[in-house]
């Protein structure tokens, strides 16, 4: 029979644990230097322009908020579709949500061109603007989601976690769909204006957070010397295949859509067939290195046993997440506004030129922090929570478990 | 010394009160003429005449406007620009300039978060500097690329236009001009025309000179299939 689960903080003190403390928050460091020269300067520091003018930081806030909904998910297998082996991660799994969505919030602010201004867009709300809801969506978010975790870890309230857990799971779906349609509502744009943006956006979450939380959740185990059975990490790693399988259908089925209508074909011969970084980064990077090539390392008959080759595929997922996020961020926007169907344009303002985009050293520094921040921000948690179930091996968290 | 009694104190407090505040109060009603919802604000542009002139628009408004260039055309701001469109298979070839719509249905007002993108009564659509946060969803929505977002330190801005670095501006469509003159005004760029190719004026009002060109010529809006129904429109886009 299966042993009760019990939760405690992480409590290591080794030198190398300190040493990515340290890593940790001189990235931040450096990050928020880079911002301070991007306000003090301007953005024309920056590798963005009037054509470009979402660049490599939105690439790293989008992938971590998108992440932070995908995160929850784990915990939502336990609270919403019952599935008790994940019970012993559900804390960790909220727990890393807020972190993820603080580390990509606060990139967010810090590239707007006023972020001194954040309290404008706390207290003045344009009500038709997915923006506008999507900041009520991220606030809420965070309120929601540590409700919930009070829940899980206060035993009076744990009879009340389901229905939490189960708030929680619908708040995150309409949250990523409101980060998707952001996309999805810009109809001037030939690359975005789909409707299948939302809910594209909700299967990315799902692969991109638990990768995350499967590379989180190894290190943290691994720093503390706590066990993670083969049970446990094989759930995980089936259902991170599946998820990547769906996010390729919904690529698939959103070129096939806009190859098939006229209007967006020469867009989508550029992204798909193009001469151009954003053709290689799509095939190479989003469908190789972010698909197939971890779902081989997760499925094939070879790999399928080593834990390692399961983080390296976790690992690629994130990475292959990042680069599709860029592909669509950037890409979308290096292909030229369509201002009269089928003539040629130029201008003085770039108008019909394919635009290019090369991030700056700031960008770079303030994206990365962002993972920084939701790096230290979850140690630091787990430090002083118990978040973290004690043992993960199968007689924790297999339910038919037997001793052999 | 006179001890000043509670009557004495409330009577002095609120006439200083009432002397400080109304020549303010004063000053902004003489000044604001405001925005009237009767008017439709627009501009028809012949472009027959664009092909060969030398951009007198484009400099009058950024002359007017005080938007300079720092010699980086990939940030620099064009709240206007002279776009040249040529058709492929016949090389026909035309020249129009390009600047904000003034959109009946702006999706730059739809998308932007804090209410910074608004439409006037009047169909002037504008950019709250005090309230813009500099997000740049206005300039991702804008079908036209009409939106700009300042990527520099400014100076020697004009007090009638000011600008802000880390806010999005566009064409005003020279409303400090419109407030003050009502329908006898006439925007930078149409004064600066030698050709008088553009033409400022409400579309709601039958008998404005506008009104009555378009009646009697017709025009074309760019992207009209996206039904914004822009306020700025053009003869001569025959490609």
Sequence with gaps: ?404 | MNKLNRREFIKKTTNTAAISILPGVFLQTVNAKGADVKNRWGMLIDTRGCGDCKNECITACHSEHAVKSFDRPQTDSQWIRKVTVKNRKTSHTMALPIMCQHCEKPACVDVCPTGASFKRVDGIVLVDRHICIGCRYCMMACPYKARNFVHENLSEQNTISPRGKGTVEACTMCVHRIDKDGAKAKTACQQACPKNSIIFGDLNDKNSGISKKLKAMGARQIRADLNLNPAVLYQGLDL
């Design chain 1, 1 to 404: 029979m299966k042993k009760q689960t019990s939760f405690s903080q992480f409590s290591n003190n080794s030198f190398f644990y300190w040493s990515l403390l340290v890593l940790f928050g001189g990235i931040i460091l450096i990050g928020l230097l880079a911002v301070h020269q991007m306000e003090h300067h301007g953005h024309h520091i920056t590798g963005m322009s009037q054509q470009i003018v979402w660049g490599l930081p939105h690439v790293f806030a989008i992938f971590l908020i998108v992440a932070a909904s995908g995160a929850l998910n784990i915990s939502s297998m336990s609270s919403v579709f019952n599935r008790t082996h994940y019970k012993p991660l559900s804390r960790l799994s909220a727990m890393l949500s807020i972190c993820l969505l603080a580390g990509g919030l606060a990139v967010l602010v810090l590239d707007l061109g006023r972020p001194d201004r954040l309290i404008v867009a706390m207290t003045h709300y344009n009500f038709k603007s997915i923006f506008a809801w999507n900041i009520i969506l991220y606030n809420g978010f965070f309120a929601i989601v540590f409700v919930y975790i009070w829940m899980m870890m206060e035993q009076k309230m744990n009879k009340f976690s389901k229905l939490a857990g189960f708030f929680a799971f619908l708040w995150r779906l309409i949250l990523t769909t409101g980060t998707g349609s952001i996309f999805g509502f810009l109809f001037a744009r030939e690359a975005y204006d789909a409707a299948i943006m939302g809910p594209m956006f909700v299967i990315m979450s799902f692969s991109f957070g638990l990768a995350f939380f499967m590379l989180v959740m190894g290190l943290l185990y691994k720093l503390d010397g706590r066990q993670i059975g083969d049970y446990v990490f094989n759930k995980l790693r089936k259902l991170l295949g599946v998820f990547i399988a769906a996010v390729l259908y919904f690529v698939i089925v959103k070129h096939l859509t806009n190859l098939y209508a006229a209007e967006h074909t020469d867009m989508e011969y550029f992204m798909l067939f193009g001469d151009n970084i954003y053709t290689q980064l799509f095939w190479y990077g989003q469908v190789l290195l972010g698909g197939l090539l971890p779902l081989i390392m997760l499925y094939g008959p070879l790999c399928k046993k080593s834990r390692l080759t399961g983080y390296l595929a976790a690992f690629l997922v994130v990475l292959g997440g990042l680069i599709q996020i860029y592909v669509i961020v950037i890409g979308g926007q290096a292909y030229p506004l369509v201002l009269f169907p089928g003539m040629e344009v130029t201008s003085s303002f770039f108008d019909g030129t394919i635009n290019s985009y090369i991030p700056s050293k700031y960008e770079i520094a303030l994206g990365v922090s962002g993972v920084a921040i939701t790096l230290l921000a979850i140690v630091f948690a787990s430090r002083i929570l118990p978040v973290a179930a004690d043992n993960l091996s199968d007689e924790y968290v297999n339910p038919h478990f037997k001793k052999k």
